[in-house]
């Protein structure tokens, strides 16, 4: 479980719901109120070096932009949501190009706003959409410290179409075990060789934990009239990596 070492927030996190529970979570963390999750100018002047203890700050605010990309990989449109950036340090992660501006985690209380973009845009659409909701975060891992997850598949669950997808390293998939989808999940579970893991994904959930994972997916989250597909896909970053993609 992660525990921040320092909370930085913005002030109107507390006319969301989410951003009240968070605050009284973290009652007992140190805070600092700041203007803009995006320009923490304190972190902007700390060196490289400073990588690994910044991971350790959990930020807090508003997401002010709420523009979809088109995409054509594995979904219809990459969207922003409920996070960005990572408690763990992927060494090859595009997150980290810049370490003072992404190395920590960010959490966005304005849930219910873009939920409600991904829902009216599906609706709206003559075609089956599917929307990557986990690009620039790991919602397995923010799931245990939000319940986002929970309220995003509980919240989506029923509507008329479309299709939520996200990539995970971690192995925190008990909370989803239970749910109802409909069929509208996709998780994609990301696999590589021990040894990979070790030297280059810091801080996520070990190979074993992975595939097991993927086990308890297969037997509790799947339903009888889902399909089930495994895609090897092969990627050549000076590593080998291996993913799973699990249509559920």
Known sequence: MFNPKAIYYEKE??????????????????????????NIEEMRKKSNKE?????????????????????HKTSDYLVPYTSSGCTAACMYCYLVCNYNKCAYLRLFVNREKMLDKIIKTS??????????????????????????LVWTI??????????????????MVDPILPLDHQGKVIIRVSVNPEEIINKV??????????????????????????QILFNLCFVYRKIFCNQFCIPL
């Open 13 to 38: 996190i507390v006319n969301y719901d989410l951003g009240k529970e968070l605050m009284e979570k973290y009652k007992e963390v140190p805070k600092i109120e700041i203007e803009n999750h995006n």
């Open 51 to 71: 990588f690994a203890n910044m991971k350790r700050n959990l930020i807090i605010g508003v997401r002010k932009t709420h523009k979809f990309v088109e995409n």
């Open 123 to 148: 609706e709206k659409s003559e075609k089956e959409l599917t929307f990557e909701i986990g690009s620039n975060s790991d919602l397995i891992l923010e799931n245990t410290i939000t319940n986002n």
């Open 154 to 171: 509980e919240n989506f669950k029923n509507t008329n179409k479309g299709k939520l997808t996200f990539p995970t390293k971690f192995d």
């Open 201 to 226: 994904e810091f801080g996520t959930s070990r190979l074993k934990g992975r595939i097991e994972a993927i086990c308890f997916l297969t037997v509790f989250f799947i339903r009888p009239s889902n």
